[in-house]
């Protein structure tokens, strides 16, 4: 096969680096956001406790999610690293390795999560009828898991080396097919009934499904920097154990973010389904607001990662504040959207009566804490990049656990503000972990040097 000449992110312009790695990053995220915010849409049209048995059900998944973004994390930072020390071979080794702890997870909660899907439901709800409609959309969920999961692990293996378009196509893909499937198999077409609200998570599951192999043909048909074979799937334990080393931290960040958002989604819970209902919406459209944040991430990520691999600390430095700096222009402006346009976005999603003032509510509050959460993800990203994964999960830690659920807690409960209580938590959380993580990695590149954690030698 004829050489391609990649481009070089340990040289030239960092912009333009950036640039080059967050755009097609950054629609990354969208077009996977695209079919959730879709999935929304119809579900809404069923009513409010369906609305509020998917953000429960998307919770309970998001949390089991987490082991799996340690892993992928771990992954791409050793892949980016091997990449930046001109070890394509090492790095295709890596992903490999990845791609295999992450399928054993999958196929392993899989499992468990179909068998214990109703009392995970009760354990959030005691709405006897948010769990009548819930049970059969979160098994179909945990069934589809490995694809709707493993399709971000093995995207970014693409990233990390540099190809973030070629992860782009599989996941365009994979929406597209998923936008056509949800509405079909929630309604049904001409003879055929559909499935009812199960019918939507299986339709986001085919779509990743397909994702999924496109994704993969891109990683075993010689056309990108990664070319991996049979060979690098044989099961390597020392690979295996450095990833896990690696990846825990990560890993143990989400499940304490994704364990604070069950405990708040409880409290929601005590509100009613219409609240719920608010909170999906909110909650689905923060995710969405802070996509640019989310690809600048990916972007941040990989350039820390292969500078670092390349040993070119002070470029990869460089890489931070140039991204942090575009960051912060680009969040401001979508916090101003979601505040002043908050009604119009939420009568889109079909909320009627007092929802429409209860998600506006929702809308709002939380579009103020999104600049500070999205400077936070681009901090943990550059931590990650650089085999440095402890400090984004401490900070976590301290600010969900410690602060931003007794905060929740007592606004709602005690001191009566309710479900404003416990989104208002949520935004001060977010305002000040931005705050703790940016003094830390400006203290932490000072003192010890951003590459001080690379992991050589994989």
Excluded at 189 to 212: E, Y
Excluded at 422 to 443: E, N, P, Q, R, Y
Aim: hydrophobic residues 55%; contains cysteine.
């Amino acid at each position: 096969m004829k050489s391609i000449k990649r481009y070089d992110y340990t040289k030239g312009s960092i912009g333009f680096g950036l640039f080059r790695l967050a755009v097609p990053s950054c629609l990354e995220p969208i077009a996977w956001n695209a079919d959730i915010l879709v999935e929304i849409f119809w579900v809404g049209r069923l009513g409010p406790e369906y609305l509020a048995a998917v953000s429960l059900s998307f919770m309970i998944i998001f949390f089991f999610r987490a082991v799996g973004f340690g892993i992928r994390i771990a992954g791409s930072a050793l892949v980016a690293q091997r990449i930046g020390a001109k070890e394509p071979e090492h790095a295709s080794h890596a992903a490999a390795q990845a791609i295999l702890l992450a399928g054993v997870y999958y196929v392993s909660i899989s499992i468990l999560g179909y068998v214990l899907s109703s009392y995970l439901l009760g354990l959030l709800t005691s709405d006897t009828n948010v769990i009548r409609v819930g049970v059969g959309y979160l098994q179909a969920s945990f069934l589809t898991i490995a694809f709707v999961d493993g399709i971000f692990t093995v995207s970014h293996m693409l990233k990390s080396s540099g190809e973030p378009g070629k992860s782009l196509i599989g996941l365009g893909i994979s929406t597209l097919l998923s936008i056509t499937f949800i509405p079909l198999l929630v309604f049904g077409i001409g003879p055929f009934a559909g499935f009812g609200l199960p019918g939507s998570a299986i339709g986001i599951g085919i779509g990743r499904i397909i994702g999924v192999l496109v994704v993969l043909w891109f990683l075993t048909s010689g056309r990108s920097r990664l070319r991996i074979r049979l060979v690098h799937l044989k099961p390597d334990l020392k690979s295996m154990r450095r990833i896990i080393l690696l990846g825990w931290p990560a890993a143990a960040q989400n499940l304490l973010e994704r364990g604070a958002l069950l405990i708040l989604l409880k409290i929601l819970a005590l509100f009613g389904p219409v609240v719920l209902a608010a909170w999906s919406i909110g909650n689905r459209l923060g995710t969405f607001s802070r996509l640019p944040g989310f690809g600048i991430q990916s972007a941040v990520r990989t350039m820390v990662g292969q500078n670092v691999g390349a040993n070119r600390p002070d470029r990869a430095l460089k890489s931070v504040y140039f991204a942090m700096a575009g960051l912060f222009v680009m969040m401001c402006g979508v916090t101003f959207l979601l505040y002043f346009f908050a009604r119009e976005i939420v009568l889109i999603f079909g909320m009627k009566g007092e929802g429409v003032d209860v998600g506006v509510a929702c809308v709002r509050i939380l579009s103020i804490g999104t600049l500070f959460e999205a400077v936070r993800r681009m901090l943990a990203g550059a931590f990650q990049g650089a085999a440095n994964t402890k400090p984004p999960m401490v900070v976590e830690a301290f600010v969900r656990w410690g602060f931003q659920i007794p905060l929740a807690y007592f606004a709602a409960l005690p001191l009566g503000f309710e479900a404003s209580g416990v989104w208002g938590a949520m935004t001060i959380s977010h305002f000040t972990g931005g705050i703790c993580l940016l003094v830390w990695f400006l203290v932490w590149s000072r003192r010890r040097g951003i590459g001080s954690h690379a992991e050589a030698g994989y």
